[in-house]
T-cell receptor, first 112, second 114 residues
Framework: SQKIEQNSEALNIQEGKTATLTCNYT??????LQWYRQDPGRGPVFLLL?????KEKRKERLKVTFDTTLKQSLFHITASQPADSATYLC???????????FGTGTRLQVTL | GAGVSQTPSNKVTEKGKYVELRCDPI?????LYWYRQSLGQGPEFLIY????????DSGLPNDRFFAVRPEGSVSTLKIQRTERGDSAVYLC????????????FGPGTRLTVL
């Protein structure tokens, strides 16, 4: 069956460290992968999109990698801050361009 | 407004009742999506509109769920004969015309079926 897996356990890290979140997928061949941030009681907010022919994408303190052989994307936040605390969702365009399928999300908690 | 808006923000109803949830997308966005999110889960795709037509409704769970977008802007998600299992946050998103674009989400409507 098709699955998108993100670590369901919360990730707790200290301010200033690099947070690394993992997204693994099975039985998909996505051309595009996106990462979103979601705060409690709010809708998801788009962060980054990476294409299958791109190995890495950066935006300010964020970095995303996409390994289509391993079927995995890694999401890094460098120099993390308490304001980065949120749930981070990976999402794939699966099948048609219309259908964005989300993982369950990983909650990140950055402490002082 | 500048972003996607959804009304109401909260809706409590009784089992068996009919509800309508409204989404007002970003002006000019031709694509509109509805998702459902349960606690601890990611958003689950329900339906996608391109303009006025439902281009993909494969995520609607059954025929109690229906959505319209008559003028290619505001959309309404309609749920008939609500069941307790329909309780969730219903999210709406819109995007510009290009395929695979980022989606802009509204704050959601929290539906509780008693």
């Amino acid at each position: 069956s098709q699955k998108i897996e993100q670590n369901s356990e919360a990730l707790n890290i200290q301010e200033g460290k690099t947070a690394t979140l993992t997204c693994n997928y099975t039985n998909y061949s996505p051309a595009y992968l996106q990462w979103y941030r979601q705060d409690p009681g709010r809708g998801p907010v788009f962060l980054l999109l990476i294409r299958e022919n791109e190995k890495e994408k950066r935006k300010e303190r964020l970095k995303v990698t996409f390994d289509t052989t391993l079927k995995q994307s890694l999401f890094h936040i460098t120099a993390s801050q308490p304001a980065d605390s949120a749930t981070y969702l990976c999402a794939l365009y699966t099948g048609t361009a219309s259908k964005l399928t989300f993982g369950t999300g990983t909650r990140l908690q950055v402490t002082l | 407004g500048a972003g996607v808006s959804q009304t109401p923000s909260n809706k409590v109803t009784e089992k068996g009742k009919y509800v309508e949830l409204r989404c007002d997308p970003i002006s000019g966005h031709t694509a509109l999506y509805w998702y459902r999110q349960s606690l601890g889960q990611g958003p689950e795709f329900l339906i996608y509109f391109q303009g006025t037509g439902a281009a993909d409704d494969s995520g609607l769970p059954n025929d109690r769920f229906f959505a319209v977008r008559p003028e290619g802007s505001v959309s309404t998600l309609k749920i008939q004969r609500t069941e307790r299992g329909d309780s969730a946050v219903y999210l709406c998103a819109s995007s510009g015309g290009d395929t695979y674009n980022e989606q802009f989400f509204g704050p959601g409507t929290r539906l509780t079926v008693l």
